[in-house]
T-cell receptor, first 112, second 112 residues
Framework: DARVTQTPRHKVTEMGQEVTMRCQPI?????VFWYRQTMMQGLELLAY????????DSGMPKDRFSAEMPDATLATLKIQPSEPRDSAVYFC??????????FGQGTRLTVV | SQQGEEDPQALSIQEGENATMNCSYK?????LQWYRQNSGRGLVHLIL?????REKHSGRLRVTLDTSKKSSSLLITASRAADTASYFC????????????FGKGTKLTVNP
């Protein structure tokens, strides 16, 4: 089963609130990516992990965003405090070395 | 930052015609991947082509890779209305980092 499950699917929140997005990856796929998709910027790579260790989070505004893998089955992306410009669709994806990535259905975030 | 750039940004064709999308990238790659995204959904992997390969086929899809020109093309033959979607190329840069970076995509519309 190659599904990647993201929760919540939709989130509307007020500016300044904390937002946590979850991704439940596939065991055996040891690279996890977080992307943000907007009309203007397309798919931006925010951060990625290999074997639960962060490899690159240079795409992420670190003052407000944090990405973690508390265990091998769960990846989280937190925004605190959220801002209207964070409104976007956030995707996680998992892959193994030199193979394709499996994407979740995304979390559509609206910050008002 | 985007590594790949797709061309054209939008393509509209009639059912039964072939659709060709191009992708150019900047740095040496381990592999190049094509994905499809239906509106509001996650990305679905189509084909992965490695740097030592020149062409791959999957059903009605044909992907070519020219590493000397740093470009790839995706050909969809005998298109169907159900092929309407956005198509993205993504690259894994040489160097073993597994970083998967996407272009901005080509929006394909197949008219019945």
């Amino acid at each position: 089963d190659a599904r990647v499950t993201q929760t919540p699917r939709h989130k509307v929140t007020e500016m300044g609130q904390e937002v946590t997005m979850r991704c439940q990856p596939i065991l055996g796929h040891n690279t996890v990516f977080w992307y943000r998709q907007t009309m203007m910027q397309g798919l931006e790579l925010l951060a990625y992990f290999r074997n639960r260790a962060p490899l690159d989070d240079s795409g992420m505004p670190k003052d407000r965003f944090s990405a973690e893998m508390p265990d091998a089955t769960l990846a989280t992306l937190k925004i605190q405090p959220s801002e209207p410009r964070d409104s976007a669709v956030y995707f996680c994806a998992r892959s193994s070395e030199d193979t394709e990535a499996f994407f979740g259905q995304g979390t559509r975030l609206t910050v008002v | 930052s985007q590594q790949g750039e797709e061309d054209p940004q939008a393509l509209s064709i009639q059912e039964g015609e072939n659709a060709t999308m191009n992708c150019s990238y900047k740095t040496s790659i381990n592999n190049l991947q094509w994905y499809r995204q239906n509106s509001g959904r996650g990305l679905v992997h189509l084909i992965l082509i490695r740097s030592n390969e020149r062409e791959k086929h999957s059903g009605r899809l044909r992907v070519t890779l020219d590493t000397s020109k740093k470009s790839s093309s995706l050909l969809i033959t005998a298109s169907r209305a159900a092929d309407t979607a956005s198509y993205f190329c993504a690259t894994v840069t040489q160097g073993g980092s597994e970083k998967l970076v996407f272009g901005k995509g080509t929006k394909l519309t197949v008219n019945p």
